[in-house]
């Protein structure tokens, strides 16, 4: 059960180990996590909880993310609004441009930067929240 007033954060990452390292840290800041391993599930669970913001690979095993993110902003209003983080190892630049015509807030290379990741995350967070007000824990 997501406690009222807690940011939920839907991490799409195929690694095992990477998602199990960000989830943990971002656990720790407070944020209730949901995982995805590909894009379907991805899909899946923002058909049942909109998240708050949305953390995904552009590699991923079955969709890479620009497609997921253009997905996601077809849903309309209630996703059109949620910020979406872009993790990649490629080279930015082949990245960047793809992953904000997509509809992506901003792009992160890996290594991430876990001190980087976590005031990007809490800025966009806040940002979000003024511009849609409280959250009340209930999905969206």
């Given at each position: 059960m997501i406690e009222s007033g807690t940011q939920t954060i839907l991490l799409v990452e195929d690694y095992k180990d990477s998602r199990e390292m960000i989830r943990l840290l971002l656990e720790k800041q407070?944020?209730?996590?949901?995982?995805?391993?590909?894009?379907?599930?991805a899909i899946d669970l923002v058909a049942r909880q909109i998240p708050d913001l949305v953390l995904t690979d552009f590699n991923l095993p079955d969709i890479d993310g620009t497609t997921l993110v253009k997905h996601f902003r077809k849903l309309g209003k209630k996703m059109n609004d949620i910020p979406i983080i872009m993790v990649t190892a490629q080279p930015p630049g082949e990245v960047y441009e793809l992953a904000m015509a997509a509809g992506c807030t901003t792009v992160l290379t890996k290594p991430i930067n876990f001190s980087i990741l976590e005031n990007i995350i809490a800025r966009l967070l806040q940002n979000s929240r003024e511009l849609n007000g409280p959250v009340d824990g209930v999905s969206r």
């Open positions: 407070g944020y209730w996590i949901l995982e995805a391993q590909n894009g379907k599930e």
